[in-house]
T-cell receptor, first 114, second 117 residues
Framework: AQSVTQLGSHVSVSEGALVLLRCNYS??????LFWYVQYPNQGLQLLLK??????LVKGINGFEAEFKKSETSFHLTKPSAHMSDAAEYFC????????????FGAGTQVVVTP | EAGVAQSPRYKIIEKRQSVAFWCNPI?????LYWYQQILGQGPKLLIQ????????DSQLPKDRFSAERLKGVDSTLKIQPAKLEDSAVYLC???????????????FGPGTRLLVL
């Protein structure tokens, strides 16, 4: 069975600093990987997804993630944090024959300080 | 394009009462999902529909939870009777399957926040 582990339940970054959110996956076959963002009292919104086309994936709002098979990782980065990036971020995995069933990590809460 | 609609947004009930949540997916989306998100955790899939058929309900507590999607469009999730541990946000999502090969984007509604007292 596949799973994801997000390292760090809370991350605090200064405005303008690098945002780095860590995600490691466990899967016996090549997975599809996703990053979603959740703002307070809202549903989840897709930031980006890895579907084996390219290992470096660019998403919305300046975020990107790199799939590293050797490290079983899919870390999310943004070069310069903005106050509007304060939210909860979820990494998720699915397999090719799982009808799109997503397995989510526990989430990382990002706080941006001025 | 209208997004996924859910109602109500908030619900407070006492334990052993029943409650129902409604979801209307994005028009044309054949796949509909219900997730439970407990505070401090990621969403957990409860049930997945393809049109009006169930694809996966392996994590649905069937002794108290039920869901239906009678005409392949909107869906209702019911809890009867509710327990304290059912306090959570219930998220509905939809996707348009087929072309993307299993990695279709799921579009989420705003959720229903349930508090069981």
């Amino acid at each position: 069975a596949q799973s994801v582990t997000q390292l760090g339940s809370h991350v605090s970054v200064s405005e303008g600093a690098l945002v780095l959110l860590r995600c490691n996956y466990s899967s016996s076959v090549p997975p599809y990987l996703f990053w979603y963002v959740q703002y307070p009292n809202q549903g989840l919104q897709l930031l980006l997804k890895y579907t084996s086309a390219a290992t470096l994936v660019k998403g919305i709002n300046g975020f990107e993630a790199e799939f590293k098979k050797s490290e079983t990782s899919f870390h999310l980065t943004k070069p310069s944090a903005h106050m509007s990036d304060a939210a909860e971020y979820f990494c998720a995995v699915t397999l090719t024959d799982s009808w799109g069933k997503l397995q989510f990590g526990a989430g990382t809460q990002v706080v941006v300080t001025p | 394009e209208a997004g996924v609609a859910q109602s109500p947004r908030y619900k407070i009930i006492e334990k052993r009462q029943s409650v129902a949540f409604w979801c209307n997916p994005i028009s044309g989306h054949a796949t509909l999902y219900w997730y439970q998100q407990i505070l401090g955790q990621g969403p957990k899939l409860l049930i997945q529909f393809q049109n009006n058929g169930v694809v996966d309900d392996s994590q649905l507590p069937k002794d108290r939870f039920s869901a239906e999607r009678l005409k392949g469009v909107d869906s209702t999730l019911k809890i009867q009777p509710a327990k304290l541990e059912d306090s959570a946000v219930y998220l509905c999502a939809s996707s348009s399957p087929g072309l993307a090969g299993g990695h279709e984007t799921q579009y989420f509604g705003p959720g229903t926040r349930l508090l069981v007292l």
